[in-house]
Structure formats: structure tokens, C-alpha cells
């Protein structure tokens, strides 16, 4: 954001207060010192000064304001003191402290701000998390020592927004990541299958032979986004992944989806030095129509789908137990008490089992939200789907009950998001997306694209 930018953000704040009746008291945000013009004109790039100067001013500047108990912030007497500091984000707004401009101001110099590494060090011990971003950003450019534990510190993270942060710091710092491949090898088997593509791509930077065998396993995830960004990422190593040259060539010819069929071929184009050509898009033989309040399957002895979007199911028996809660999808009664599936829309949803009063999360993520949930072959299976902007995705998330309670898992993603669904004589569950793909479910929950 430019400093214009930001200010007429600040001049809009204050327009906002001033016509809404909000007082001073309401909105200023607690523990910062008063706004300060000087500073933020201060922290406006180097503006033509050489590097050297302009790296010194930003150190006396960061010094003295790292010194404060309180720091001074951009607008403080702007600030809600409801709005949150934003964690593990490159995020300006007038209740962030001026020092987070200057760190980010010491991120554009590159390697000119190396000199600036202690400094740095003490930004980061105020665990500040207006500052964990620049921080992170500033020790990079500056290729520090400590900008590698940190990135890595960050894909060990819980919060999404942290992995990627570490993700995009370690692509960034290339081969001064390479002590970190044992690391990145292993987490490409346990880190969360939505953030394996970018992991994939800082191997590709920074990998070696060993990373092959690491991506080679993921030719075979139950998500196509993955084998396809495996893929992807395999045909980066060139000749030394021709371990996978007989995995790439099967899916080239037989994956039901025709984007990873055409990344496969494309990998083993480059890895093996000779033209695989994907097996070409076939044209639905299926009749689907909308009707009777459902989506017809078929053309001689059509099937007759559920329209996802008009069930919810709230059983009578769990009415009692999730009074209250909003955007349900379903409440279905499981012997003992009831599974529970919340629609969060573009914040993802959430599963949890309710009983006697207590209430466990299954399965909470911001990529996708539950729709219905369907008993298949002894099991659980929740529908999913993300529709929001241009994400129109789905997936398959299994429910079990064990010795130890309920469990629940993501087993597999599909095409896109579901529009219908129906259950068979044999039990089997058909799914039917958004784009008209065809899926079954049959026994032990084996997954069988069939349009």
C-alpha cells in the first residue's frame, strides 16, 4: 500500500467516525502512542538516498521505536480496539505500528539491509504479530542466518496463513535452504494435502535426488491437485526422475481427469526425452437433465438424484442438542448422540459430534464446508464443497466410529463441487458435480470416476 494510499485510508476512517458519532473513546485502540505524520513521512522508501544512508536512518528509526514499551501506530487515534493484529499476513492499516513500515521498507533493500540483522533480532523477540510477515520478509532479503529456522518455525505452524508464509520464505532463500530438504522430504507425506503443491515447487528449487522419491509418492495421493502438482514438480528434476517415468506414463493414459493425464505426459515428455501424448477428453455419454425436483441420471431406466442445495437435515432428535447454531447442513442422530455439519461459507466449515452436552470438533478447515452426509457401506461420508469467488471445488471426508470415538478424515477430491447425489440398490453412493462428472462410492469406500 503506498503511502497516499494509506493516507487517504486514514482520512476515510475519520470521516467514518466523525459520521457515525463514534467517539475518540470507542476508537482508539489501546497501548499505542499518538500518530505521528513525521514518522510515517520518514518510513516513505529511500527516495533517492544511497542504501548505506538509507539503511542507517531505517535502523536509528527502528532502534528507537523497538526501545518504546509502547509503539507508536500509524493512526492510533483511528484504531477500533476490536480490530485483531493480523497473524503471519502482509497486512497495512492504520492500527499497525510505524515499525512494521520501516521493516518493510528494509525488505525491499535486498541484501543492503544485511547491516540491519540486529535490529531485526529485536523486532522479532517483541513477538509482535503485526511484525511476523516484514520480519520474516526483511531476514530473507537480507539472507540472515535465522531466516531459515523461522520459515521453518512457520510450515510447522497450525494457521494456514503461517505455513504459507514459511513456504514462500524458504522458495525465496533457494539454496540457502538446502540443509532444510531432509525436512521438507519428510513433511510432504504429513503436511496438510491443500499446501503440498507449494511444497512442492520449493523442492524444485531446492531438492536433490532424494526429493524424487519423496514427489514419486504422491503420484499416488487420493487428490488429483496433488498428482497433478507431483507431476508437475517431477518433470522439474529432469532426467534424474526417471524412477517415475512408468507412474507417469499409466496416468498419462488412464487418469480420470484430463489435467493431470496431461501433466503426467508432459513429465514424462521432459523427464525421458521422448513425446507422451495424454489420452484426449471423451465426450459424456450420460443423458443428465433437471426434473422432478432432482437431477435425472440416464437415458433408458434414468436414476433420480438429490439436489444437494435443497437437503438439510436436521433430525428431530438433534433439534434439541444444536438450538442455536447457525448454517447447519445436518444434524443426524448416531445412537449416542449427533454429527454435526456447519456451512462457514468463504471461512470453511466444520464436523462435530454432540452428546450430552458436549461438543467435539471431527474436522475443521477453511477450504472446505460439509453439505450432506450419506451412510455408505458402513461408514459416514460427508459431501464437501468450497463455492466461493472462482473456487468451485468438492471432496469425500469419511466418519467412523472406534474404540477411541468418532474420527474423521478427507479421502478424496473431487472434480469439483457436487450438485447431487443418489444411493443405489447395491448401496454404492453416486455423486454428481457441478460439471456433470460422474462418481461412485462403493465398498470399503473405493472411489470410481465414471463420466
Same mark, same amino acid.
Given at each position: 500500500m503506498s503511502r497516499l494510499a494509506l493516507l487517504a485510508l486514514v482520512v476515510a476512517l475519520a470521516s467514518t467516525a466523525r459520521a457515525s458519532g463514534v467517539t475518540k473513546e470507542l476508537i482508539d485502540?489501546?497501548?499505542?502512542?499518538?500518530?505521528?505524520?513525521?514518522k510515517i513521512e520518514a518510513s516513505n522508501g529511500c527516495r533517492g538516498e544511497p542504501a548505506p544512508?538509507?539503511?542507517a536512518r531505517l535502523r536509528k528509526q527502528l532502534a528507537a521505536e523497538l526501545q518504546k514499551h509502547k509503539l507508536t501506530l500509524v493512526a492510533g487515534e483511528l484504531c477500533r480496539a476490536t480490530v485483531p493484529p493480523p497473524r503471519c499476513e502482509r497486512f497495512e492499516s492504520p492500527c499497525m505500528p510505524v515499525a512494521a513500515l520501516w521493516i518493510e521498507q528494509l525488505a525491499a533493500l535486498g541484501t543492503d539491509a544485511a547491516p540491519a540483522a540486529p535490529e531485526l533480532l529485536i523486532a522479532e523477540k517483541r513477538q509482535d504479530p503485526w511484525f511476523t510477515a516484514h520480519v520474516l520478509d526483511a531476514m530473507v532479503s537480507a539472507q540472515m542466518p535465522r531466516a531459515l529456522e523461522l520459515a521453518l518455525a512457520n510450515l510447522r505452524d497450525a494457521d494456514v496463513e503461517c505455513r504459507w508464509l514459511g513456504l514462500g520464505a524458504l522458495g525465496k532463500l533457494g539454496p540457502k535452504a538446502r540443509s532444510a530438504v531432509p525436512e521438507l522430504e519428510r513433511a510432504v507425506d504429513i503436511i496438510n494435502w491443500k499446501d503440498r503443491p507449494q511444497l512442492f515447487r520449493v523442492l524444485v528449487k531446492v531438492g536433490g535426488p532424494d526429493s524424487v522419491a519423496a514427489l514419486q509418492r504422491q503420484l499416488d495421493s487420493p487428490f488429483w491437485s496433488v498428482q497433478?502438482?507431483?507431476?508437475?514438480?517431477?518433470? @522439474?528434476? /529432469?532426467?534424474?526422475?526417471?524412477?517415475?517415468?512408468?507412474?507417469l506414463g499409466e496416468m498419462a493414459a488412464t487418469h480420470w481427469k484430463y489435467g493431470v493425464r496431461d501433466a503426467a505426459a508432459r513429465a514424462a515428455t521432459k523427464i525421458g526425452g521422448k513425446e507422451i501424448a495424454a489420452t484426449p477428453i471423451h465426450g459424456s455419454g450420460t443423458r443428465i437433465a433437471? @426434473?422432478? /425436483?432432482?437431477?435425472?441420471?440416464?437415458?433408458t431406466a434414468p436414476e433420480r438424484f438429490e439436489d444437494i442445495d435443497r437437503v438439510v437435515n436436521v433430525e428431530d432428535?438433534?433439534?434439541?442438542?444444536?438450538?442455536?447454531?447457525?448454517n447447519l447442513r445436518f444434524a443426524v442422530w448416531v445412537g449416542d448422540g449427533c454429527l454435526v455439519g456447519v456451512d462457514g461459507g468463504e471461512w470453511g466449515g466444520e464436523i462435530s459430534f454432540v452428546s450430552k452436552g458436549e461438543t467435539t470438533s471431527l474436522w475443521k478447515q477453511w477450504y472446505l464446508n460439509p453439505l450432506v452426509l450419506v451412510p455408505v457401506h458402513g461408514s459416514w461420508v460427508a459431501l464437501m464443497h468450497m463455492d466461493h469467488m472462482s473456487a468451485r471445488d468438492g471432496g469425500l471426508l469419511r466418519i467412523d466410529h472406534g474404540p477411541t470415538g468418532w474420527t474423521a478424515r478427507e479421502f478424496f477430491e473431487l472434480s469439483d463441487s457436487p450438485s447431487g447425489f443418489h444411493v443405489d440398490a447395491n448401496g454404492d453412493l453416486k455423486i454428481l458435480t457441478q460439471s456433470h462428472a460422474l462418481f461412485r462410492v462403493g465398498p470399503d469406500l473405493k472411489v470410481e470416476a465414471i463420466q
Open positions: 485502540r489501546p497501548g499505542g502512542e499518538p500518530f505521528d505524520w513525521n544512508k538509507c539503511v497433478q502438482a507431483a507431476a508437475e514438480a517431477l518433470a @522439474g528434476f /529432469g532426467s534424474i526422475a526417471k524412477p517415475a517415468l512408468p507412474t433437471f @426434473g422432478d /425436483g432432482g437431477w435425472m441420471v440416464g437415458t432428535r438433534c433439534n434439541a442438542m444444536v438450538n442455536g447454531k447457525r
